[in-house]
């Protein structure tokens, strides 16, 4: 099973700021590496997939990146609607598994 | 547009077996690549794989659920079902269903409202 760990935990940015959320596997994985924004009360929204291609609908100011057991999620010029907690799942090793969640708040 | 529904009792005693039942609107359960499957988030806590069914009966299981948990699907009814034996109040959790395409290789991007089952005697 892979682990992976999200960081940090909590991150406090202003609107307009720019967010890096950082997603570390326990062992090297491929291209299958997703980004999900969820809101309280509701369901996961995927954002990335496939480490960087943004899911339909999603605006450039998302963006993912990384390889081997390093991967980020970067949001520029945030807006009051991006905060909200983020999870990076691994899908191309069974069984998938999520990070535990970063939080992103306003300072 | 693809949607999908979560159904089921919202209060399980401990030992029961839950039942959960996602019904699936927009695409068929019978269309090469789709799968269906479910993901858990007790309060505030993190989410966790718990099960998949794929289109030609493919089953994945989250392994620290595999030995209580089954997954079918009924074509018929485009519905999933899940199934989880001996709950314990630790299963307590929104339980969601999603979507997913490994034609589109998009992974669980549509979703469910959640359904939250809580277990209390």
């Known amino acids: 099973e892979i682990f992976l760990t999200q960081s940090p935990g909590t991150l406090a940015l202003s609107p307009g700021d720019r967010a890096t959320l950082s997603c570390s596997a326990s062992?090297?994985?491929?291209?299958?590496l997703a980004w999900f924004q969820q809101k309280r009360g509701q369901p996961p929204k995927l954002l990335i997939y496939?480490?960087?291609t943004r899911a339909p609908g999603i605006p450039d100011r998302f963006s993912g990146s990384g390889s081997g057991t390093d991967f980020n999620l970067t949001i520029d010029r945030l807006e009051p609607d991006d905060f909200a907690m983020y999870h990076c799942?691994?899908?191309?090793?069974?069984?998938?598994?999520f990070g535990q969640g970063t939080t992103l708040e306003i300072k | 547009q693809i949607t999908l529904k979560e159904s089921g009792p919202a209060l399980v005693k401990p030992t029961a077996t839950l039942k959960l039942t996602c019904t699936l609107s927009?695409?068929?359960?019978?269309?090469?690549?789709?799968?269906v499957g479910w993901i858990r988030q007790p309060p505030g806590k993190a989410l966790e794989f718990v099960a998949l069914i794929y289109w030609d009966d493919d089953e994945r299981y989250g392994p620290s659920l595999e030995s209580r948990v089954a997954i079918t699907k009924d074509t018929s009814r485009n519905e999933v079902v899940l199934t989880m034996t001996n709950m314990n109040p630790v299963d307590t959790a929104t339980y969601f269903c999603?979507?997913?395409?490994?034609?589109?290789?998009?992974?669980?991007?549509?979703w469910g409202q959640g359904m939250l089952v809580t277990v209390s005697s």
């Open positions: 927009g695409v068929s359960l019978t269309t090469t690549g789709v799968g």
């Open positions: 062992q090297p994985l491929t291209i299958y």
């Open positions: 999603t979507h997913i395409n490994v034609v589109t290789s998009l992974p669980f991007d549509v």
């Open positions: 799942l691994q899908y191309g090793i069974s069984p998938r598994t």
């Open positions: 496939g480490v960087s």
